[in-house]
């Protein structure tokens, strides 16, 4: 298998499913003999295609913060400026970001572009290199957007406005959006490209619903270090099911 390709492990995934690395490395995990994606440069990232609308979300992945040094540090970010497209982040205070844009094409003026809830800091200072669970729920047809941090809730909060959810292209780990289009010359200023995450990331996975506290719970409990390695988690894989 090339060692640049992550297969989908989710049932009965098309191969166009896999994501490809792009500078990141492999690298140690949780515990000896796990593997885990290490990002350090401000390239590193995997592309991957997630196509058609979603009326919920599910985002989950074991992480390891060397770094937020950003204002938002990518998580899972869409290429997209589309009216529905989500973005998964965590900010430079350390908290879970779930962003949604509601235009067509960037205003940056102008506030009601996007919508945002933000959870309590998930990833304080003290926290910082060591690995933690973190997950974001939203459910487009209600609004309803919930975050969690090794299983327990860090705050929830709704999106006003009701708009199917859509990713396309995005990135695991950085944002796509090149300096030197005409779209990247547009946003350049004052750092607002830079979201590149440093650190390490784990058993990424996307679920097309929104999954219950209870579902959530169990992930990490079967996640943790001390649970050894989990029977039913794909590892270091991104997963869409």
């Not at 919920?56 to 938002?72: E, I, K, P, Q």
């Not at 970001?97 to 200072?125: F, G, H, M, Y």
Request: contains cysteine.
């Amino acid at each position: 298998q090339d060692e640049r390709i992550l297969r989908n492990r989710a049932p009965h995934s098309a191969a166009s499913a896999a994501g490809t690395l792009v500078g990141c490395q492999w690298s140690n995990g949780r515990w000896p003999d796990k593997g885990a994606l290490e990002f350090k440069g401000v390239g590193d990232r995997v592309r991957l295609m997630v196509p058609g609308e979603m009326d919920a979300l599910t985002f989950s992945a074991w992480v390891r913060a060397d770094s937020l040094s950003h204002r938002y540090n990518a998580l899972l970010v869409s290429d997209s400026y589309r009216r529905g497209v989500v973005r998964w982040q965590l900010t430079q205070q350390g908290q879970l970001a779930l962003t949604q844009l509601l235009v067509d094409d960037e205003s940056l003026a102008d506030p009601a572009s996007t919508q945002r809830v933000i959870s309590a800091p998930a990833i304080p200072l003290e926290r910082m290199g060591l690995w933690v669970h973190v997950v974001s729920v939203v459910d487009f047809r209600t609004g309803v957007v919930a975050h969690y941090v090794d299983g327990k809730s860090v705050g929830s909060g709704l999106f006003a406005t009701l708009v199917t959810g859509r990713l396309g292209s995005v990135e695991l780990g950085n944002w796509g959006i090149a300096p030197e289009t005409e779209k990247g010359r547009r946003l350049a200023g004052g750092g607002y490209l830079d979201r590149s995450f440093v650190g390490k990331i784990d058993e990424f996975a996307l679920f097309s619903r929104a999954l219950s506290s209870e579902e959530i719970q169990r992930l990490f409990l079967q996640g943790r270090v001390d649970a050894g390695k989990p029977q039913n988690l794909a590892i270091a894989e991104p997963t869409r099911q």
